[in-house]
């Protein structure tokens, strides 16, 4: 089994700063992209950032020139750095990546969220 571990979250003024980290753990062969989504109340969840295991990124629009997805591949894990923050950013952050066991059989797992609130 894989365990996905998100931290960093937390209450930030509008223009603030906070960073995301998700760390993987368990039965890990390889990790082929690391995503992060997020889901405001009363909203569907939606892909903000994406990063291959090659390091090409990805951005959701509202977020681009704002955020920077990064990872650490030794350390399995994807971090989120949002700058210049919104109250339209106010979430719950999920990080999410397709893992492989072996090398034939990748699935996709979720972390459990973190909050992030950036007030007015």
Same mark, same amino acid.
């Given at each position: 089994?894989?365990?996905?571990?998100?931290?960093?979250?937390?209450?930030?003024?509008?223009?603030?700063?906070?960073?995301?980290?998700?760390?993987?753990?368990?039965?890990?062969?390889?990790?082929?992209?690391?995503?992060?989504?997020?889901?405001?109340?009363?909203?569907?969840?939606?892909?903000?950032?994406?990063?291959?295991?090659?390091? $090409?990124?990805?951005?959701?629009?509202?977020?681009?020139?704002?955020? $920077?997805?990064?990872?650490?591949?030794?350390?399995? $894990?994807?971090?989120?750095?949002?700058?210049?923050?919104?109250?339209?950013?106010?979430?719950?952050?999920?990080?999410?990546?397709?893992?492989?066991?072996?090398?034939?059989?990748?699935?996709?797992?979720?972390?459990?969220?973190?909050?992030? $609130?950036?007030?007015?």
């Amino acid at each position: 089994q894989v365990q996905l571990v998100e931290s960093g979250g937390g209450l930030v003024q509008a223009g603030g700063s906070l960073r995301l980290s998700c760390t993987a753990s368990g039965s890990i062969f390889k990790i082929n992209a690391m995503v992060w989504y997020r889901q405001a109340p009363g909203k569907q969840r939606e892909l903000v950032a994406r990063i291959t295991n090659g390091g $090409t990124t990805s951005y959701a629009d509202s977020v681009k020139g704002r955020f $920077t997805i990064s990872r650490d591949n030794a350390k399995n $894990t994807v971090y989120l750095q949002m700058n210049s923050l919104k109250p339209e950013d106010t979430a719950v952050y999920y990080c999410n990546a397709f893992v492989y066991s072996d090398s034939y059989t990748v699935k996709p797992y979720w972390g459990q969220g973190t909050q992030v $609130t950036v007030s007015s």
